[in-house]
Antibody
Framework: DVQLVESGGGVVQPGGSLRLSCETS????????MSWVRQAPGKGLEWVAN?????????YHRGFAQGRFTISRDNAKSSLFLQMNGVRGDDTAVYFC?????????????WGQGTLVTV | SYMLSQPPSVSVAPGQTARVTCRGD??????VYWYRQRPGQAPVWVLS???DRPPGIPDRFSASKSGDTATLTITRVEAGDEADYYC????????????FGTGTKVTV
C-alpha cells in the first residue's frame, strides 16, 4: 500500500524556518512527481509546490512560496522535503504531501495525513 | 490568477442524488479532478473527468463537464458521503500550477 507520512511541523515564530519531511513507501518513489498542498484552519486546499521525479523541474506557488520555500527530494531515501524560510502568520496550515503521477497534469493520487505548522 | 468556483454547500437526503458543480474558464481544454475530504481526514482522490476512479471508489460517483462547468454526481447518497468535495485542474496562467476549487460541503 502507498504510504506517505509527514513530519517536521510545529510552532515557529514569524520570520523563522522549518523543514517538513515526507517519508514514503509502497511505490517506486523515483518514478513520480510529488507535491505539497496546504490547508489553513477551516479553509480550502492550496497547492504549494511540486517536483519532478529527477528534480529537474520544480514549481512553486508564485503568490507565496516562490523565494521563501524550497522543495527537494531524496530518491535514495524515498523522501520529500519542504524547507520553509521567513514564515508568516498566513503560512499557518496543515501541510500535506501528495504522490502525483509519472507525468505532470494528472491527479494528486495519494495524500499523507499532514503535519501542522503554526506561526 | 485562475479560479475555480464551487457552491459552499449542498444538502441531500439519503438515497437521493447530490450534484456538486465547479466553474472555471477554458474547461474544454482541461481535465478536472475531484477529491473528497471527510471531517478530520486527509483528502482522497475520488474521480477524474474521464471517470477514472481509484480502487474502492464506487460507481455511484461520476463526473461530467459541459461548457465552463464540471459536475460531480453522487447517486444513492449514503451517510458516509458527507464530506467536503474539491475540484482541481492544472493551469499555467496564474500563480499556481495546480488550482483547487473553493470546496463544497455535502451534508446528508
Amino acid at each position: 500500500d502507498v504510504q506517505l507520512v509527514e513530519s517536521g511541523g510545529g510552532v515557529v515564530q514569524p520570520g523563522g524556518s522549518l523543514r517538513l519531511s515526507c517519508e514514503t513507501s509502497g511505490f517506486t518513489f523515483s518514478d513520480y512527481w510529488m507535491s505539497w498542498v496546504r490547508q489553513a484552519p477551516g479553509k480550502g486546499l492550496e497547492w504549494v509546490a511540486n517536483i519532478r521525479n529527477d528534480e529537474r523541474e520544480k514549481y512553486y506557488h508564485r503568490g507565496f512560496a516562490q523565494g521563501r520555500f524550497t522543495i527537494s527530494r531524496d530518491n535514495a531515501k524515498s523522501s520529500l522535503f519542504l524547507q520553509m524560510n521567513g514564515v508568516r502568520g498566513d503560512d499557518t496550515a496543515v501541510y500535506f504531501c501528495t504522490r502525483d503521477q509519472r507525468s505532470i497534469g494528472l491527479p494528486h493520487a495519494f495524500w499523507g495525513q499532514g503535519t501542522l505548522v503554526t506561526v | 490568477s485562475y479560479m475555480l468556483s464551487q457552491p459552499p454547500s449542498v444538502s441531500v437526503a439519503p438515497g437521493q442524488t447530490a450534484r456538486v458543480t465547479c466553474r472555471g474558464d477554458n474547461f474544454e481544454r482541461k481535465s478536472v479532478y475531484w477529491y473528497r475530504q471527510r471531517p478530520g481526514q486527509a483528502p482522497v482522490w475520488v474521480l477524474s473527468y474521464e471517470n477514472d476512479r481509484p480502487p474502492g471508489i464506487p460507481d455511484r460517483f461520476s463526473a461530467s463537464k459541459s461548457g465552463d462547468t464540471a459536475t460531480l454526481t453522487i447517486t444513492r447518497v449514503e451517510a458516509g458521503d458527507e464530506a467536503d468535495y474539491y475540484c482541481q485542474v492544472w493551469d499555467n496562467s496564474g500563480d499556481a500550477l495546480s488550482v483547487f476549487g473553493t470546496g463544497t460541503k455535502v451534508t446528508v
